[in-house]
């Protein structure tokens, strides 16, 4: 007899179970038992009926259809796949969705009126309006208390303050809620608003089942109004989303959508003006520096400048030529002073120091006993001036 292991016999089992095909895609119908959330996001529990129980386990990566918290003995329809957990030996059941008992039977009507209205073209993409860029009045359908209608309240104050909401009350949940909010989409339809949001807080899909119904979603076809919806969470979708010009996730994100975020291009206009202004202060620098640049050319040929440096340069050669003439005359004055003693020590006057005399006879200088004789008048001259004489002897030699 062959002798096998614990961990291939476990995978002898899988191996079974995995290749049987109605165990690759089952709904299963219990109560739920031992439920517990993982720290990790992932929930272990068990599901029960009155003949036994099978555990169960849904990853965190599914857990995000759930629209309702698991709790101990509530009646639920689980979707999934039965597999075997090798290391432990046993099988349980791999969950992919979770629906509370009596959501089965909404929605199957889910379905039939959404493919009965998408028949008749309500979904049609051809038959969505264009939302506007910038509403300047914007009409709310939503319960007048609750997070719906603040959110959208204080995203508008937010992005823009000047946008005008008007709030037509409505019933959005329970008895007569889906004709309540049919009539506040056509009351302010008839008002010529620029924009409709229909909105709603999160729920079950009981909860938002008013949005489900054929009245609603008639109503926000039938509108000349382009209609926004923001109907309970990012998960949630209701055939009036498939009937609205724009569906967003959430009542916060509706108004977003609706509400021109003029705050932020006011900042962003004045962050431009300001790069404007320091562009504009950086060219006027450049161009006062080209013209300064190019009124020193101008200046450098004008006539006037020229002029002016003319003068300079005359000015400049008056005073080389004053000096030049200066030292010329100074050169010249020397030398006149230097042949004025000369011609000084040559005159005879010059000489007549320690009893020296000038003679003169008829105005000519004695200078030959023969050209004087007695009787003669003579004009003798000394150094402190002059005697006149008559001859009265005349002898040669000294």
């Known amino acids: 007899m062959k002798v096998y292991t614990v961990g291939q016999i476990n995978q002898y089992i899988k191996n079974i179970i995995s290749q049987d095909y109605l165990l690759k895609k089952l709904v299963i119908k219990g109560e739920l038992s031992n439920v517990k959330y993982h720290s990790q996001g992932h929930i272990y529990f068990s599901l029960k009926d009155e003949t036994g129980s099978i555990s169960a386990v849904m990853f965190k990566g599914n857990t995000g259809s759930l629209k309702f918290k698991l709790e101990n003995g509530k009646s639920v329809f689980v979707s999934g796949y039965v597999d075997v957990y090798e290391r432990d030996g046993k099988y349980q059941l791999y969950a992919r969705e979770i629906i509370e008992e009596g959501v089965g039977d909404l929605q199957k009507r889910f379905e039939e009126l959404k493919l009965k209205l998408n028949e008749e073209g309500l979904f049609d993409p051809e038959h969505r309006k264009k939302i506007p860029p910038y509403p300047k009045n914007i009409g709310v359908v939503s319960a007048s208390t609750g997070a719906a209608i603040q959110d959208i309240i204080n995203v508008s104050r937010r992005r823009n303050p000047y946008v005008q909401l008007i709030l037509c009350p409505a019933k959005v949940q329970g008895e007569g809620s889906a004709e309540s909010v049919a009539r506040g989409i056509k009351r302010l339809d008839e008002m010529g608003l620029d924009l409709i949001i229909v909105a709603r807080g999160g729920g079950s899909m009981e909860d938002l089942w ?37 569906r967003a996730s959430t009542p916060s994100q509706a108004a977003e959508y609706a509400v021109f975020d003029v705050m932020t291009e006011v900042n962003m206009l004045r962050a431009k003006r300001l790069r404007l202004a320091q562009a504009m202060e950086l060219k006027l620098k450049s161009v006062r520096l080209k013209l300064m640049n190019k009124a020193g050319v101008i200046e450098a040929l004008s006539p006037e400048r020229r002029l002016r440096n003319r003068q300079q340069e005359l000015a400049a050669y008056y005073d ?42 008829g105005g000519e200088a004695l200078t030959d006993i023969d050209k004087v004789k007695k009787g003669d008048e003579l004009q003798v001259t000394v150094k402190d001036g002059s005697v006149k004489a008559i001859v009265s002897e005349v002898k040669r030699g000294i």
């Open 210 to 246: 008013s949005f489900n119904e054929e009245i609603v979603v008639r109503a926000i076809y039938d509108a000349k109004t382009p209609i926004i919806t923001g109907i309970g969470h990012e998960i949630d979708i209701t055939l009036s989303d498939y009937a609205a010009d724009l």
């Open 320 to 361: 080389r030529m004053k000096h030049a003439v200066e030292r010329r005359y100074d050169r010249y004055k020397h030398k006149l002073d230097v042949y004025t003693a000369k011609i000084d020590a040559l005159r005879p006057s010059a000489k007549l120091v320690g009893g020296f005399g000038y003679v003169e006879i």
